[in-house]
């Protein structure tokens, strides 16, 4: 893992120009995270979108976040839906402060703010009984939990490990999209363990034998998904930041996270 995400950091152009998204088009302006920023007002369609997009993308490192706070399953799902409440219904977006663009900073520092003024009201719904803000499958989520390593990780650090995971794994299957629509899944299931994880896992020559392929071809594929790899995290974490180095702050930030 060290040596991929060392490729990915040492790839990134450490410069002024923007970055660049689908179609060479720059991806800042446009963000998700600054439009939500920018309207301000969460039922603007464009805001609204982005903002449900985003929390789709957080809601399960917000929920590990909750849990290890020592909440009970059915708790922690309740809270977690109550803290997108009060961040959608009662534009709590409004209070983010531009300076500190990092989605992951905002949504971490009101959550657990939430959870401080929270702990002895009832301001959540009774289960079954409420609107749900973010969609998930409650016991999927739990399984997920329960599955966590065991770790004496902070509330706080849980939640940025999750965070680094999502990413990685949201990167991942756009290139495993992009690849399945030319009909290559088996190829990406092959080149994935390289492409992010151990380098050495599969020898390319075995690879090569088990697709009918060349080395050379594998290499070269390689070579290929890696660089689409990168441009595709960084895309993901443009997302979620407000400027061009606020990306390579959290390309490091990630680094550090997934290799501590």
């Given at each position: 893992?060290?040596?991929?995400?060392?490729?990915?950091l040492d790839d990134s152009a450490k410069s002024s120009r923007p970055v660049q998204g689908q179609?060479?088009?720059?991806?800042?302006?446009?963000?998700?995270?600054?439009v939500v920023l920018a309207a301000r007002d969460v039922t603007a369609p464009e805001a609204q979108a982005a903002l449900a997009r985003l929390c789709q993308t957080y809601w399960y490192p917000l929920y590990c976040c909750v849990r290890r706070h020592g909440r009970s399953p059915e708790d922690a799902q309740d809270l977690t839906q109550a803290f997108f409440e009060k961040l959608i219904e009662r534009n709590q977006i409004s209070l983010a402060d531009r300076e500190r663009g990092r989605f992951r900073t905002f949504l971490l520092r009101s959550l657990e703010n939430f959870l401080r003024n929270e702990h002895e009201k009832a301001s959540t719904q009774k289960r079954g009984g409420g609107r749900t803000f973010v969609s998930?499958?409650?016991?999927?989520?739990e399984e997920r939990y329960s599955a966590e390593p065991a770790t004496d990780l902070s509330p706080a650090q849980l939640f940025e490990r999750r965070w680094a995971s999502t990413l990685i794994a949201e990167t991942l299957a756009r290139v495993r999209r992009?690849?399945?629509?030319?009909?290559?899944?088996e190829l990406f299931d092959q080149l994935e363990p390289s492409l992010w994880g151990d380098d050495t896992s599969t020898p390319y020559a075995e690879i090569a034998a088990s697709?009918?392929?060349?080395?050379?071809?594998?290499?070269?594929?390689?070579?290929?998904?890696?660089?689409?790899?990168?441009?595709?995290l960084r895309e993901e974490i443009a997302q979620t930041v407000a400027t061009l180095d606020d990306v390579e702050d959290e390309l490091q930030r990630l680094f550090q996270i997934l290799t501590s």
């Open positions: 893992m060290v040596g991929t995400l060392a490729v990915v179609a060479g088009n720059p991806v800042f302006g446009t963000t998700h995270w600054s998930w499958d409650a016991q999927s989520a992009e690849l399945s629509m030319t009909g290559r899944d697709l009918g392929m060349t080395a050379v071809a594998v290499k070269v594929t390689m070579h290929r998904l890696r660089a689409r790899f990168r441009s595709m």
